[in-house]
């Protein structure tokens, strides 16, 4: 998880303000899930070099075409989709296209500090309602 952490101390060394980081659904650096450890620990890490404004969205898993098959990704993706939009939208797979959407749109806000977005937070964003 160094790629984000790297990008938001050059966007400091640089002079930039404002941080957006798409990170995880259940991030947490206490996870005993190493995966959702990691993300957590990165975000821990962006929001302690005091940019005036961080936005984290934690996403579920994305639905996307990509050369490296993750096997549990597409279990997920699978399983979420079987069910209906409405229940645990926290966690139905978003398409790459929303979350770029949805994203950017957080990004634009003039909110200060540190905001965390979760799925349901970006529902008009989606293609998929």
């Known amino acids: 998880m160094s790629y984000p952490v790297n990008i938001a101390k050059w966007g400091i060394a640089s002079g930039a303000r404002r941080f957006a980081l798409i ?3 259940g991030a947490d650096e206490r ?3 190493f995966y959702l450890r990691a993300k957590g620990k990165a975000e821990k890490k962006i929001v302690a070099l005091k940019y005036e404004s ?3 969205a934690r996403l579920p898993a994305i639905k996307s075409e990509r050369e490296q098959v993750r096997i549990g990704e597409l279990f997920m993706i699978w399983l ?6 409405f229940i645990l939208t926290n966690y139905r797979p978003m398409s790459a296209k929303d979350i770029a959407a949805a994203v950017i749109a957080a ?3 003039e909110a200060k500090g540190v905001q965390i977005y979760h799925p349901k937070d970006f529902l008009q964003t989606r293609s998929d309602t």
Do not use: E, H, N, W
């Open 31 to 33: 996870s005993r899930f």
């Open 80 to 85: 979420f989709g079987l069910l209906p939009k």
């Open 107 to 109: 990004a634009q806000t």
């Open 23 to 25: 990170s995880s659904q």
């Open 54 to 56: 961080v936005q984290i």
